[in-house]
């Protein structure tokens, strides 16, 4: 008999293809599987851009061929109060926020988690690609094995008592398996489209959807080596450190007339709120786009505590990208100080910086 038998887990469900099978891993092992579909978004859910009554369809449509029951719960007040108000809050201020991470801490392993222990639930899971264990009487969150789905990133502010009562059943399947077990259950998701962009812009511009929170302001471009005028942009908020397109600014030349690089695309490179100025550099690798160390703020150690000072770990200073060796120069309850072995390219304030040891997430901070 499965030890799971008669222990109920909810599994948050997105209508995608990755939760749909994991809910189908633990209806597998024994667990009496609830699903939950959760509405986050509502401001104008139209079909153009959010998908959500699509979605929902497709959860629908998997939990009666996987033969398990559906709650359907609206967050949208928690998501706009403890997740939206912050983003608007972050760009207003001039940094770059990331969402997602946000809405993992407050929304997905928060409001999610106190709804599903009313239910009687005794875990919650989710198709994150990242894994958890117990070692040495704390949890530690993992990254996953299929390196190039990890989403541990998106989830280092989670907490022990969040990471107890969480499971991820793909930590240690590859994507092209999850949808070879979406078809061989009959799963019509097996070939949907993952979801890009964040959860509540959709596939939508992304800057139309901003103007219509925080208005235009617009100010100058200028070059940061010469302080040369070379457009006007429509307002801060609307730009992000190392962002190459929506300049406009493509055809003014650099340098004298003839030398190599004057056709080189322009690059963000710094944001001066005081006076309103876009400076922009010249080349992808053009020094001002690089840093060798970062101040975080807002620090959130999976564990409860810091990590050690001095010691070599790896770090991210955005998702998609390879792990570079670091050390914790200083770390307090406010802050901590990273400095990296080789220098940074576009290191954006408002983004998450997140702290590895090996596969073992250890926590981070948002880039000051």
Known sequence: MSANKGKTVVVGLSGGVDSSVAALLLKAQGWNVIGLFMKNWEDDDTDEYCSSRQDLIDVMSVADKIGIDVEVVNFAKEYKERVFAEFLKEYQAGRTPNPDVLCNSEIKFRAFLE???TLGAEKIAT???AGVREFDGAFQL???????KDQSYFLHRLNQQQ????LFPLADIYKRDVRKMAEAAGLHVAVKKD???ICFIGERPFKEFLMRYLP???GEIRCLDDERVLGEHDGLTYHTIGQRKGLHIGGVKGGKSGESGDHDAWFVARKDMANNVLYVVQGHDHPALFVEDLSADQLSWVSGKAPHTHWVYTAKTRYRQDDAPCEIERVDAASCLIRFAEPQWAVTPGQS???YESKVCLGGGVIA
């Open 127 to 129: 198709g994150h690609y």
């Open 163 to 166: 990471l107890s009562k969480t």
């Open 142 to 148: 993992l990254k996953a094995e299929d390196g190039t």
């Open 195 to 197: 979801s890009t962009g």
């Open 115 to 117: 709804h599903a222990i």
């Open 353 to 355: 910086v997140v702290v």
């Open 216 to 218: 235009p302001k617009k």
